[in-house]
């Protein structure tokens, strides 16, 4: 496997023309990326979450949409930052139909926890 160096190096004797075709293969590959936004097997069910943590960002919009402010957010949770919030509320955007499910998914758990299903 080729280090970033090793990529460096070759893409230092690339063309402009080749560097910019180049960037446009790697910008439709990261197409629907989300920077700060991770999803790792086995680490909170495999839903979305901020980076190197196990905070899943439908947890963070259901707290918002009971109206906790991102200032609350941000104070019990010192780990994240005002960027993780902008990070995950771009997140939800996209991906809303994922977000409902996942809010929909927890709503029904605490159901079945609580005794009232």
């Known amino acids: 496997m080729m280090s970033l160096e090793d990529t460096e190096r ?3 004797h690339l063309s402009r023309a080749e560097k910019a075709q180049l960037l446009q293969w790697i910008a439709r590959d990261l197409g629907d ?3 700060g ?8 069910g495999g839903a979305a979450c901020i980076r190197q943590t196990r905070i899943a960002v439908w947890m963070l919009e259901q707290a918002r949409r009971l109206g906790i402010s991102e200032v609350d957010l941000l104070r019990n949770y010192p780990g994240l930052t005002a960027q993780d919030l902008a990070n995950a ?4 955007r996209s991906h809303q139909a ?3 499910a996942a809010i929909a998914a927890n ?7 609580s005794g009232h299903v």
């Open 98 to 100: 994922e977000i409902e």
């Open 33 to 35: 990326a989300f920077p």
């Open 107 to 113: 709503d029904t758990d605490d159901e079945v926890e």
């Open 10 to 12: 070759l893409i230092a």
């Open 37 to 44: 936004i991770e999803m790792t097997p086995g680490v909170a």
């Open 89 to 92: 509320w771009n997140y939800v």
